[in-house]
């Protein structure tokens, strides 16, 4: 068995974690840490365990930690991680951080966006960037796993065959991002109360966001060339669930034709055929967040605009699942050589 701990056992992903991993029949979870709410009993926070999961959350006590978990799942706040992270924590467990700590390579644009000092830097060179789909073979030799972001991996999984195979034009990339109220976390803000969410929706962090940069790291990677993004995330009164709708212009073909929709489903082929939770949709069906609630799926599809020139790209996930806790899974699959559907084998909930 697998021994699992989580640092932010409280929040919403750390929950989301909680929930999967007592599903998983190669894991125990030994260590649910909670600053805020330490020796009180977990199933007390979340009814939803009760019965299931009945032990007290325990501090952040990483010392500690580290003899008793083989796995560490850190589902805190930007800069924990970074600011405790010690190469004998890395000796004795893996990490698998939820947080920005160290996705981002370049130090200087994290501590830009994020307003806040990196504090340990040193590991940015071997940490790996946790999007299965796209790094699964560094993945299983880390020590260090970078979770992505939520709007991250729903924007990247869209838009990556495109990117890859050059049938877009990078710098025309815009991407509208659509989330539910949980992708903001279980703290208290005035902007999260339910008469500010419902009935609601609005745009925010207008070409501020954080997840920016890291979008457009991992594009570029795949672009190779430096890429630039506008990205414009929005507010809905849900729960669960991202939607991203993306433009590009298209590439022209050599005889000056624009791609075709067959070309373009190839792309999308090539890359997601044979991927379990990559779920490229039938032609003229656009993705919706009901389909994947719940879920480690990501639905994709896409819309030529001849008229144009332009390609519509589209994808949908639950921010909390694919988009956090669940590719976390993922990542401690591949850590440990286990089928990387391991725990994650189910059904998206409807209604």
Same mark, same amino acid.
């Given at each position: 068995?697998?021994?699992?701990?989580?640092?932010?056992?409280?929040?919403?992903?750390?929950?989301?974690?909680?929930?999967?991993?007592?599903?998983?029949?190669?894991?125990? %979870?030994?260590? $649910?840490?909670?600053?805020?709410?330490? =020796?009180?009993?977990?199933?007390?926070?979340?009814?939803?365990?009760?019965?299931? $999961?009945? =032990?007290?959350?325990?501090?952040?006590?990483?010392?500690?930690?580290?003899?008793?978990?083989?796995?560490?799942?850190?589902?805190?706040?930007? +800069?924990?991680?970074?600011?405790?992270?010690?190469?004998?924590?890395?000796?004795?467990?893996?990490?698998?951080?939820?947080?920005?700590?160290?996705?981002?390579?370049?130090?200087?644009?994290?501590?830009?966006?994020?307003?806040?000092?990196?504090?340990?830097?040193?590991? $940015?060179?071997?940490?790996?960037?946790?999007?299965?789909?796209?790094?699964?073979?560094?993945?299983?030799?880390?020590?260090?796993?970078?979770?992505?972001?939520?709007? !991250? !991996?729903?924007? %990247?999984?869209?838009?990556?065959?495109?990117?890859?195979? +050059?049938?877009?034009?990078?710098?025309?990339? /815009?991407?509208?991002?659509?989330? +539910?109220?949980?992708?903001?976390?279980?703290?208290?803000?005035?902007?999260?109360?339910?008469? *500010?969410?419902?009935?609601? %929706?609005?745009?925010?962090?207008?070409?501020?966001?954080?997840?920016?940069?890291?979008?457009?790291?991992?594009?570029?990677?795949?672009?190779?060339?430096? &890429?630039?993004?506008?990205?414009?995330?929005?507010?809905?009164?849900?729960?669960?669930?991202?939607?991203?709708?993306?433009?590009?212009?298209?590439?022209?073909?050599?005889?000056?034709?624009?791609?075709?929709?067959?070309?373009?489903?190839?792309?999308?082929?090539?890359?997601?055929?044979? *991927?379990? &939770?990559?779920? /490229?949709?039938?032609?003229?069906?656009?993705?919706?967040?009901?389909?994947?609630?719940?879920?480690?799926?990501?639905?994709?599809?896409? #819309?030529? =605009?001849?008229?144009?020139?332009?390609?519509?790209?589209?994808?949908?996930? =639950?921010?909390?699942? #694919?988009?956090?806790?669940?590719?976390?899974?993922?990542?401690?699959?591949?850590?440990?050589?286990?089928?990387?559907?391991?725990?994650?084998?189910?059904?998206?909930?409807?209604?």
């Amino acid at each position: 068995m697998i021994k699992a701990g989580i640092i932010g056992a409280t929040g919403y992903a750390g929950a989301e974690l909680a929930r999967i991993l007592y599903g998983h029949k190669d894991v125990e %979870i030994v260590w $649910l840490g909670s600053r805020s709410y330490a =020796d009180k009993k977990y199933a007390s926070i979340y009814q939803n365990m009760s019965g299931l $999961l009945e =032990d007290n959350c325990q501090d952040e006590q990483l010392e500690a930690l580290v003899e008793q978990a083989d796995v560490i799942f850190t589902a805190t706040p930007q +800069g924990y991680l970074a600011s405790v992270m010690k190469e004998e924590y890395l000796r004795k467990a893996k990490f698998i951080d939820l947080s920005a700590d160290y996705r981002i390579k370049d130090v200087s644009v994290y501590e830009r966006w994020y307003q806040i000092e990196h504090k340990s830097p040193e590991f $940015l060179g071997e940490a790996v960037y946790g999007l299965c789909e796209l790094n699964r073979e560094k993945i299983r030799q880390a020590r260090l796993v970078a979770n992505p972001g939520c709007y !991250t !991996t729903c924007s %990247i999984l869209t838009a990556w065959p495109l990117v890859k195979e +050059g049938l877009i034009v990078p710098q025309t990339l /815009i991407i509208d991002a659509k989330s +539910g109220t949980s992708g903001a976390g279980r703290g208290a803000k005035t902007d999260n109360l339910y008469c *500010e969410v419902n009935e609601n %929706i609005k745009a925010y962090g207008v070409a501020s966001h954080r997840h920016t940069p890291e979008i457009e790291e991992q594009l570029g990677y795949g672009a190779g060339e430096p &890429f630039t993004i506008s990205f414009t995330p929005h507010l809905v009164p849900m729960n669960r669930g991202i939607l991203v709708t993306a433009y590009a212009s298209l590439v022209r073909n050599d005889d000056g034709s624009l791609p075709s929709e067959e070309q373009i489903r190839a792309a999308y082929e090539k890359y997601y055929k044979t *991927e379990t &939770f990559v779920r /490229i949709l039938e032609p003229g069906v656009c993705p919706q967040t009901r389909w994947v609630e719940g879920s480690n799926y990501v639905d994709v599809n896409f #819309k030529t =605009d001849q008229r144009t020139g332009r390609v519509i790209m589209m994808g949908a996930l =639950d921010n909390l699942v #694919k988009g956090a806790a669940g590719a976390a899974v993922q990542n401690m699959n591949l850590l440990y050589g286990l089928p990387e559907s391991s725990g994650l084998e189910y059904a998206p909930l409807f209604p």
